[in-house]
């Protein structure tokens, strides 16, 4: 066990090391400071799920042991043992919505299979020209949608897997883009200290690309000519999914009676955005109530996070009720509120 627990630490280092010298020799050939901003399309697949994790500034990666972990790791499935729901609401920022609601099944007696699905849709949006910059009276919308469906287990009573695939659709206006891709996971509870590691890969998938009718137009290729227009049709350039790369650690660093804190640390890569590091901590009275707090480095958005929760207990169920604020550097508060049920408890 010693020796697997230091291995997996290595693999962690080196994985850092090299997300660091690539990014070095990146910089060296281009004279200057690269950033891979705009080098993705379907951003709302990075956006955090659930107030608690949230509330941790993201660092769940290794500690996702519900249905969030749909979006975190999926191997963090394989701990529901009972069938349960989740729902999540995020008040983002420009008028945006993002909502997420999960519904999780035991599929004998070391697996667990689960559904999910992120909608992040916008409020209605004037439609506006040229001869009107004003509007035309017309509006539309963004919306970003994706359905998943995870599978996840454990090999032995220490490691777990979980994987997941999603089809994931893109509308702007007219215009519409869909595909599929696929997340990978796994966890692995070293039995010290409460010290568990993750690895996860997210986003694996092929190119997208937009169609619609908005591509289609009527137009002449000289005006002065008194020639009939002709039909033309406008290119859209395909795009990739953010590829994300989330490796995590987390401890127990207090667990007696009626106190509980853990702290976890997270190390993400992403293909289009520098590297990222995500710390945070949750403390725990009494198995009921939680306060929670965390910091994301290397983001140009986010920084220090905040949270509660709430847990509740009846005969029949049980469940949680968690808020989470992220104050942005520009555009304000993120508020999020969730709400977990378990069934069987």
């Given amino acids: 066990m010693k020796k697997t627990f230091i291995l997996l630490i290595s693999v ?51 500690l996702a042991n519900d249905l969030t972990a749909i979006h975190w790791n999926p191997a963090g499935i394989a701990d529901l043992q009972n069938m349960s729901g989740y729902f ?33 849709v916008s409020d209605k949006i004037p439609v506006t020209t040229l001869d009107f910059p004003d509007g035309t009276g017309n509006t539309y919308r963004y919306s970003d949608v994706a359905v998943s469906f995870t599978f996840s287990g454990y090999l032995t009573s220490q490691f777990s897997f979980g994987i997941t695939a999603k089809y994931i659709s893109s509308t702007f206006a007219s215009l519409y883009s869909d595909g599929i891709a696929f997340d990978v996971g796994t966890m692995y509870d070293t ?83 520098a590297e990222q590091f995500a710390i945070g901590a949750e403390y725990t009275w009494m198995n009921f109530a939680s ?20 847990k509740y207990l009846t005969s029949g169920f049980s469940g949680q009720i ?8 520009e555009l304000g508060l993120v508020n999020r509120i969730s709400i977990a049920l378990n069934l069987g408890d």
Avoid: C
Wanted: hydrophobic share 45%; glycine share 12%; charged share 15%.
């Fill in 322 to 329: 968690d808020y989470s604020i992220n104050p942005t550097f």
């Fill in 88 to 120: 999540s609401y995020t008040q983002w920022v420009a008028g945006l919505s993002h909502n997420f609601a999960a519904i999780s099944l035991p599929v004998g007696e070391n697996f667990t299979a689960a559904a999910g699905l992120i909608s992040f």
């Fill in 191 to 273: 039995g010290i200290q409460g010290i568990k590691l993750g690895f996860s890969m997210h986003n694996l998938g092929t190119e997208q690309e937009y169609r619609g009718v908005d591509l289609k137009s009527t137009k002449k290729y000289i005006e002065e000519l008194f020639a009939a227009p002709q039909d033309i049709q406008y290119l859209a350039s395909p795009f990739a999914l953010p590829l994300v790369f989330r490796a995590g650690i987390t401890s127990n660093v207090i667990d007696i009676q009626d106190h509980k804190l853990i702290a976890a640390l997270d190390f993400i890569t992403t293909s289009d955005v």
């Fill in 291 to 310: 306060v929670r707090a965390g910091y994301r480095f290397g983001s140009d958005m986010f920084g220090f996070s905040a949270g509660v929760g709430l």
């Fill in 12 to 62: 962690l280092s080196l994985i850092v090391y090299n997300a660091y010298s690539v990014d070095d020799i990146t910089k060296a050939v281009t004279k200057g400071e690269f950033k891979k901003v705009g080098a993705a399309g379907g951003q709302f697949l990075k956006i955090g799920i659930g107030a608690r994790a949230e509330g941790m500034a993201g660092a769940y990666g290794s």
